[in-house]
């Protein structure tokens, strides 16, 4: 089982920059293909970017360019850079295995204000 913890949300003006984290227990991190999720109010949560165990990312549409996805299997933590930031990023971000999902964390907010 592996558990996580997201941390470094907030409320940020368009056109801002935030860095999630994203701690993660367990022994199975380093060997397992990560990625950052996100749920806006009323919509269905969405892969937004992720990272083989050898680092190989790929980033949705959506925020490639602004968003850049990192890990540090050392640390167990996954990272995802977020720049430029605009309103429709408002949403809870989450880290979750890409082929293996586990439960859920508690997620962070990230509220993009125009």
């Known amino acids: 089982q592996v558990q996580f913890v997201e941390s470094g949300g907030g409320l940020v003006q368009a056109g801002g920059s935030l860095r999630l984290s994203c701690a993660a227990s367990g022994s199975t991190f380093s060997i397992t293909a990560m990625g950052w999720y996100r749920q806006a109010p009323g919509k269905q949560r969405e892969l937004v970017a992720r990272i083989s165990p050898g680092g190989y990312t790929v980033h949705a549409d959506s925020v490639k360019g602004r968003f850049t996805i990192s890990r540090d299997n050392a640390k167990n933590t996954l990272y995802l850079q977020m720049n430029s930031l605009k309103p429709e990023d408002t949403a809870v971000y989450y880290c979750?295995?890409?082929?293996?999902?586990?439960?859920w964390g508690q997620g962070t907010q990230v509220t993009v204000s125009s």
């Open positions: 979750n295995g890409v082929t293996s999902v586990w439960a």
